[in-house]
């Protein structure tokens, strides 16, 4: 990107440029940063960071210091050129006001000050201090220390010299916090920001990022630091997974004043995992770039596989999804003026972005496969049994499109359906067992409640080809009852439930199936999940009876809780639940599937911790046994009831 940084540009406070007030953002909050909720929290300290961020870009900045306060406020630390601090002439006031109180100002509005920038495009210090209680920053530059605080957004008082620093000294100091009258809540959480942070050093190659926790009993620091940036987050990602080759793939160049890294490497695994990136923001629905790369991709492989006669002239020519089977990319481009296409504006329009991809990735790839043919030949082979696995399940698959009608003679035999046929009014339980199952089909409400029994433990997906996945019968009758379709024929709007409801046994067990069942949700519909369709059950652990009243605890602190209040004396009876079986219809009705009085544990995720939780499923049902060690040894602690 060297070549794209003007250093001698002038960064000065005529850069920043004012386009429009900052009335609305604490009236609409959601407007500026989507919600007030627990993302949106998190989502004030990626403004500000991302500023620093911008520096780094640019090539005046090595290093970033997140801090949690002891009282839940953030203090960011950038060693960047430090804010402007003189006379903006337009504003007819000191720059760093401009830049904390007028939205839409900074130096990425054609001012100079950046080629390119991530973030929300200048809002960010702005609607940051104005969905704060205070504020304070400091900006050491040009040997002095100038300083300016803020409460709800307002000035306390004009940009004052606070000190002196040496010359050489530079960077800037913000401190907030979050007002507690706007935000759900104000708790920041360590683990949320620590992935935001260390995927954010990864695309920012060199950058040097720490997090510190300081509140008590919460003490925790992390640096990240990763100097071959994304070829590091590729080898982060495949950690869980065996690659099928030693060095990652790495191509980097510009073109038509974009500038393109790729970092790829294949494993045994059978899913694609690609994440594209914009300016260090994740695209979640792809786009040119990633399009560019897909494109690449598969005219390369297939190229060199007919030239290098891997593969006979008259044999079909691999697809897009043969070659990428077992894929982990990151494309992760820089670009001037990024164009937004969609209502979410997460995918990526510029039409120079997807011939720049394309170019670059084509011509290194092209040079590595003639370097490496032993590796050539390695990804090729998979793609061919790819190929071959992929027209094995196509039969299958047209099998269950066939049977994905609405018509009720067309859904799986063991499934009892509901009588109401507006998907928002209905649910589905998918029981294990056919004893729960028996259970639930006479506890239900006939009407909205439809019970899908599964016989044991369904196919791990993520060990499976499609091939035995679609031959599947339990993995068949679900995707019949749900009635979406999966993967490219996935279609939300023909679900014909509002709540998957998983209910499984509260053991050891019963949390198997459930990740089973969960890491077939994530790898071939995951957007049931990501808009809020799929929930656990939570069955009760003890049922207590004391002259002929029955209380149920679902933890351990409530049955205490519960003991306490009635009092201990030997007429307590206490039933601890194994499974689901164990209850009567009417027991099951009043505590896990009654709308007034269950519990339902919404599963949730969004685009920003896409690469987590695909480790985390590969970690949990992959082949790799120390990755899945090391996962229950650092989590155990957070486990409450645990039956061995």
Known sequence: MSEEINKNQEYGADQIQILEGLEAVRKRPGMYIGSTSERGLHHLVYEIVDNAVDEALAGYCDSIQVTIEKDNSITVVDDGRGIPVGTNHKANKSALEVVFTVLHAGGKFGGGGYKVSGGLHGVGASVVNALSTSLDVQVCRDGKIYEQSYKKGHPDGPVKVVGNCSEDQHGTKVHFLPDGTIFETTVYKYDVLKQRLRETAFLTKGLKIILEDKREGEEHCHEFHYAGGIKEFVEYLNRGKESLYDDVIYCEGTKNGVYVEVAMQHNDSFNDSAYSFVN??????????????????????????KNNKIIKDNDPALTGEDIREGLTAIISIKIEEPQFEGQTKQKLGNSEARGAVESIVSEQLTYFLEQNPDVAKNIIQKSVLAQRAREAARSAREATRRKSALENTSLPGKLADCSDKDPKNCEIFIVEGDSAGGSAKTARSRATQAILPLRGKILNVEKARPDRIFSNEEIRSMITAFGTGIQDDFDISKLRYDKIIIMTDADVDGAHIATLMLTFLYRFMPELIKQGHVYLATPPLYKIEKN????????????????????????????????????????????????????????????????????????????????????????????KNLDI
């Open 548 to 639: 002929r009243k029955v209380w149920y605890a679902y933890s351990d602190e409530e049955l205490n809780n519960i003991i306490t209040e009635i009092g201990r004396d030997q007429n307590n009876k206490i039933q601890r639940y194994k499974g689901l079986g164990e209850m009567d219809a009417e027991q099951l009705w009043e505590t896990t599937m009654d709308p007034e009085n269950r519990i339902l544990k919404r599963v949730t995720m969004d685009d920003e911790t896409a690469s987590e939780v695909d480790i985390t499923f590969t970690t949990l049902m992959g082949d790799k046994v120390e990755p899945r060690r090391e996962f229950i040894e650092q989590n155990a602690k957070y486990v």
């Open 280 to 305: 260090n923001i994740i695209t979640p629905e792809g786009g040119t770039h990633l399009t560019g790369f897909r494109n690449a991709l598969t005219k390369t492989f297939n190229f060199y596989a």
